[in-house]
């Protein structure tokens, strides 16, 4: 029965690894607590159960920014879901209450600080079959990313006597077993998945002085790299991560007088720009947002093809969380990172004025990241062992298993003969520099695939790239007339799978993973038409 409906749902032929162990639990009314790579597919171990047991399900999701897309993705396969939230008029809340309670939604979001106020009372009356807690560290002060309002829902297991599923990327043992306990859970049973995903590409690079003998592993220009790395991905989307608000605007400026498309983003911009920026990136509008972690739980975009750290994350849960962020479509990715010393003492100051305690222990994270990178052992296995995984080196999928160094590889930048870039009177953000050597700022060389020992070759292309091609702009197209992000209509690895397939009618194009029924019904005509050309 779970195999039929995530065809007939999601339109896939099977389940990923620990899908269907989670999914059998849950359905036998058994608490469950799911450790899984961002990536694994965890929102279809909720999401298959609500339909199949009725009633409805609570998702308890950490970012309201994040529901909209949640609820718009569910629907968009056929899924009966909504959110309760503070963004929510009076009337329009009002009217989602009484269709929970009528019983007109398989799956209803809502925040653990909506759960305190309002949305707690609105389920009063409705029938829930399952509870299911994503993001669930937050509730571990063990854990990277602690919000107190998540312990407050210890009780919800108690007051709805329905199974508990708990959900998250990075939990260590410890935080693992403080989850258990603080919801409260009832001998749930424990599935951890494996963190390594193949599908990313794993690469750490020693940040040194301009003055330094490059040596491998090192890079001594950060700005110049991560532009050659924005432009070997020309037309992917990507993140770039940075510390601090001046560091994301001097590099979003650096990259945008360069010719990348790219937007800042910040806590420090308004609630307006914030959402501008983020929608840009949803529509495929703009290639590459760079950010500080303030950006990316708050975004579910399957098809982000490459990640890069300016500067190194807090500590090693942090960076597994946001290098998560690339490739949940399950289609090759990049990550990249580029750390220093003086990443870790920047991060000791920025602690300087907490608890010492509280100090130490962040103090202590972001020294263990910097360790674990400068060793330069398999990248994934050193993040397995971290989260009390064994596993082998990966072979292929890192830089020091690969021997692969995707900046040395990526086009290289042309020299200025001027100290200053001119610009180009536009209205448009992404107006480029004009470069005093004369080269287009825009022009990029298609990237050899990551993993292989080969070097770069300017003639490598993705078998089929022209067909591709037309399927995102037909994909963008639609989803323009929608007003939906790019990847509902398809995800990347959909687009890949039919240039793979070619099909030519219904059945075949069926076949092809994540086209499922109402995905064919909207939009699998005008695919079949497009690939037939």
């Not at 047991?53 to 879901?81: E, N, W, Y």
């Not at 707690?120 to 829930?128: R, T, V, W, Y």
């Not at 990075?170 to 998945?193: F, K, S, Y």
């Not at 070619?502 to 019904?521: F, L, Q, Y």
Request: net charge positive.
């Amino acid at each position: 029965m779970p195999e039929q409906a995530l065809k007939d749902i999601f339109g896939y032929p099977s389940f990923r690894p620990g899908q269907r162990e989670v999914i059998d639990a849950v359905l036998a009314g058994k608490d469950c607590v799911a450790v899984m790579p961002t990536g694994a597919g965890k929102s279809l171990t909720y999401q298959i159960p609500s339909r199949l047991l009725g009633g409805a399900t609570l998702v308890i999701s950490p970012l309201i920014s994040l529901m909209k897309d949640q609820v718009d993705a569910a629907r968009s396969v056929g899924l009966r879901a909504t959110f309760l939230n503070s963004s929510l008029m009076p009337d329009a809340r009002r009217a989602r209450v009484e269709g929970l309670r009528r019983g007109d939604y398989e799956l209803v979001y809502a925040a653990p600080e909506g759960l305190e106020a309002g949305a707690g009372a609105a389920l009063s009356g409705a029938k829930l079959a399952l509870i299911a807690v994503d993001e669930a560290h937050c509730i571990s002060q063990w854990g990277h990313d602690f919000r107190p309002a998540y312990r407050n829902l210890k009780g919800l297991k108690r007051r709805f006597r329905v199974p508990v599923l708990a959900l998250t990327a990075t939990a260590t043992p410890q935080v693992t077993n403080d989850i258990v306990e603080q919801l409260a859970m009832d001998e749930p049973l424990r599935v951890r998945g494996s963190c390594f995903r193949p599908n990313l590409h794993l690469t750490a690079y020693l940040k040194t002085g301009e003055k330094a003998v490059p040596r491998p592993g090192t890079v001594t220009d950060t700005k110049t790299s991560i532009l050659r790395l924005a432009r070997a991905h020309a037309g992917e989307s990507g993140i770039v991560y940075c510390l601090s608000r001046r560091s994301v605007e001097s590099m979003a400026e650096f990259l945008v007088g360069r010719g990348v498309k790219a937007l800042g983003y910040h806590a420090g911009m308004d609630a307006a720009e914030r959402e501008r920026v983020q929608n840009a990136f949803q529509q495929d509008d703009a290639d590459v947002i760079v950010a500080t972690v303030a950006f990316g739980m708050g975004i579910d975009k399957p098809d982000v093809r490459f990640v890069i750290h300016r500067d190194m994350p807090r500590s090693v849960e942090a960076y597994i969380q946001e290098v998560g962020r690339a490739g949940r479509d399950g289609a090759p990715s990049e990550c990249i990172l580029f750390y220093s010393w003086a990443d870790v003492m920047n991060y000791e100051r920025l602690v300087s004025d907490q608890d010492a305690a509280q100090a130490e222990w962040h103090r202590a994270r972001a020294r263990e990241l910097f360790r674990a990178m400068d060793q330069r052992l398999c990248r994934h296995q050193t993040l397995a062992r971290h989260l009390g995984e064994a596993m082998a080196a990966c072979g292929s999928f890192c830089d020091i298993c690969a021997g692969f160094d995707p900046v040395r590889a990526s086009p290289t930048i042309p020299r200025p003969r001027a100290s200053f870039v001119r610009r180009t009177p536009s209205d448009d953000p992404f107006t480029p520099a004009c470069d005093p050597t004369g080269a287009s700022p825009t022009t990029a060389t298609p990237r050899a695939t990551f993993g292989a020992r080969i070097p770069f070759d300017e003639t490598s292309t993705f078998d089929g790239s022209t067909l591709l091609s037309r399927l995102k702009a037909l994909r963008k197209q639609l989803a323009n007339a929608r007003q939906v992000p790019a990847y509902m209509v398809f995800s990347d690895a959909t687009l890949m799978d039919m240039v793979s397939r070619r099909p030519t009618n219904e059945d075949e194009m069926r076949a092809v993973s994540g086209v499922g029924p109402k995905k064919w019904a909207e939009y699998g005509e005008m695919f079949l038409e497009a690939i037939r050309g």
